[in-house]
């Protein structure tokens, strides 16, 4: 398949990244005194390195040269900046696949599992699996920018995913994937956009209300931790709201302010995104298990360059600011056939196995939500879930798609 439009290689300029190093050797440093355990946030040591080799030793392109080994274009969709890539299918009948990133994802993130769904033959799957991948940066986020649209959310994007899928490109029907915020934006296309689709493979497994309500900037919902919890369960009711009670508050109460301190300085970008990609990855306190100074510096880098951080945060003050209302009221909310990967990593408190998680989704009143067909729970990965455990991911959406080409 050919597009009516050209390619348009990723390129950051050589005065962006000269601008990018001055700011980083120019940083200004807190004492951070009393951080060595990491109580407070990002240790000034760890950080300072990374920044170190932000600035004098990564190399952004050799990174730029990956992203351009598949095709990449940049769109208008009504309006809406629009940057994605692509890799044709390599089989008798590749399925269009449109993937959704999340909040500090990139679009590279899929970077680990494209080759494996275009081409399944060349890691020794079946060939009539093949998927043509179709990869965009959320709108606001890396380089789907500038974004001057200022209501942009989730289930907004699910829109403008619809119209690039059907009517820019012109297929009459695709598959979708998502993790994190992105799989709402795959869920939201599986209600409203059932018909078109074939089907649709999420982690989390969320209710599209997920962000309604005034207080939906509290992870607590404020509920107390039930009295005469036992401590396993005290503990990861603690540690779940510790990994994500931060930036969720920040972002949906005040992602302008925010946003002037972390547009500004990259060691102040790099410091905030970092905190997630330790905390939220199955790193066991080593974030560099997962993501190599290479690889953090690349996202890290797509943020910067593309100027994304403020549009980006903004979607969390926008999904509760402009709330989900159905399109229908048919159950299940999300009719399209849908798979559903989780991780160890990431089950509830009071949930020790992949087969307890399973249950515990099932028990819940999320469960009714989706028309699930494929749900697998894998005991290693954790949020960033095709980048850390790719060839499994790979498999669970093979999986979901078999029987509905």
């Given at each position: 398949?050919?597009?009516?439009?050209?390619?348009?290689?990723?390129?950051?300029?050589?005065?962006?990244?000269?601008?990018?190093?001055?700011?980083?050797?120019?940083?200004?440093?807190?004492?951070?005194?009393?951080?060595?355990?990491?109580?407070?946030?990002?240790?000034?040591?760890?950080?300072?390195?990374?920044?170190?080799?932000?600035?004098?030793?990564?190399?952004?392109?050799?990174?730029?040269?990956?992203?351009?080994?598949?095709?990449?274009?940049?769109?208008?969709?009504?309006?809406?900046?629009?940057?994605?890539?692509?890799?044709?299918?390599?089989?008798?009948?590749?399925?269009?696949?449109?993937?959704?990133?999340?909040?500090?994802?990139?679009?590279?993130?899929?970077?680990?599992?494209?080759?494996?769904?275009?081409?399944?033959?060349?890691?020794?799957?079946?060939?009539?699996?093949?998927?043509?991948?179709?990869?965009?940066?959320?709108?606001?986020?890396?380089?789907?920018?500038?974004?001057?649209?200022?209501?942009?959310?989730?289930?907004?994007?699910?829109?403008v995913w619809h119209a690039l899928m059907t009517g820019v490109l012109?297929?009459?029907?695709?598959?979708?994937?998502g993790n994190d915020v992105g799989a709402l934006v795959t869920g939201?296309?599986?209600?409203?956009?059932?018909?078109?689709?074939?089907?649709?493979?999420?982690?989390?497994?969320?209710?599209?209300?997920?962000?309604?309500?005034?207080?939906?900037?509290?992870?607590?919902?404020?509920?107390?931790?039930?009295?005469?919890?036992?401590?396993?369960?005290?503990?990861?009711?603690?540690?779940?709201?510790?990994?994500?009670?931060?930036?969720?508050?920040?972002?949906?109460?005040?992602?302008?302010?925010?946003?002037?301190?972390?547009?500004?300085?990259?060691?102040?970008?790099?410091?905030?995104?970092?905190?997630?990609?330790?905390?939220?990855?199955?790193?066991?306190?080593?974030?560099?298990?997962?993501?190599?100074?290479?690889?953090?510096?690349?996202?890290?880098?797509?943020?910067?360059?593309?100027?994304?951080?403020?549009?980006?945060?903004?979607?969390?003050?926008?999904?509760?600011?402009?709330?989900?209302?159905?399109?229908?009221?048919?159950?299940?909310?999300?009719?399209?056939?849908?798979?559903?990967?989780?991780?160890?990593?990431?089950?509830?408190?009071?949930?020790?196995?992949?087969?307890?998680?399973?249950?515990?989704?099932?028990?819940?009143?999320?469960?009714?939500?989706?028309?699930?067909?494929?749900?697998?729970?894998?005991?290693?990965?954790?949020?960033?879930?095709?980048?850390?455990?790719?060839?499994?991911?790979?498999?669970?959406?093979?999986?979901?798609?078999?029987?509905?080409?």
């Amino acid at each position: 398949m050919t597009f009516p439009f050209d390619q348009t290689p990723v390129h950051v300029t050589d005065e962006v990244l000269e601008d990018l190093r001055a700011r980083l050797r120019a940083t200004k440093w807190p004492l951070d005194a009393g951080n060595d355990d990491g109580h407070y946030g990002v240790r000034r040591t760890e950080l300072q390195e990374l920044v170190a080799y932000w600035a004098d030793g990564f190399d952004w392109r050799a990174s730029e040269s990956a992203i351009n080994s598949y095709e990449n274009y940049r769109v208008d969709v009504g309006g809406v900046p629009v940057h994605f890539l692509r890799k044709a299918g390599v089989g008798p009948r590749p399925v269009p696949l449109i993937l959704s990133h999340g909040w500090p994802w990139t679009f590279w993130h899929w970077s680990k599992v494209i080759d494996r769904l275009a081409d399944p033959a060349a890691y020794g799957g079946d060939p009539a699996d093949a998927f043509d991948v179709i990869v965009p940066s959320l709108p606001g986020f890396g380089f789907s920018t500038p974004l001057e649209r200022p209501d942009m959310n989730y289930w907004k994007i699910a829109d403008v995913w619809h119209a690039l899928m059907t009517g820019v490109l012109g297929h009459d029907r695709y598959a979708a994937a998502g993790n994190d915020v992105g799989a709402l934006v795959t869920g939201q296309l599986g209600h409203k956009y059932a018909d078109e689709l074939y089907g649709i493979h999420i982690g989390s497994a969320l209710k599209l209300s997920f962000f309604t309500g005034d207080r939906a900037w509290d992870i607590t919902g404020g509920r107390a931790i039930p009295s005469g919890a036992p401590e396993e369960v005290r503990s990861r009711i603690l540690a779940v709201e510790r990994q994500f009670a931060v930036h969720l508050s920040a972002h949906m109460l005040a992602p302008s302010t925010l946003a002037y301190g972390l547009s500004d300085s990259p060691a102040g970008l790099l410091a905030w995104l970092l905190e997630r990609w330790d905390k939220w990855s199955d790193d066991g306190g080593d974030v560099e298990s997962v993501f190599s100074k290479d690889e953090l510096l690349t996202h890290a880098t797509i943020f910067w360059a593309g100027d994304s951080i403020e549009t980006s945060i903004r979607t969390y003050a926008n999904n509760n600011r402009y709330p989900w209302t159905p399109s229908h009221d048919r159950r299940p909310v999300v009719e399209t056939p849908t798979g559903i990967t989780f991780v160890d990593y990431e089950n509830p408190p009071g949930v020790r196995t992949g087969a307890e998680r399973i249950a515990n989704f099932l028990a819940s009143d999320r469960a009714d939500w989706y028309n699930h067909t494929n749900i697998t729970c894998h005991p290693r990965g954790g949020h960033f879930i095709p980048w850390e455990i790719p060839a499994e991911w790979t498999d669970d959406v093979r999986r979901t798609f078999r029987d509905l080409r």
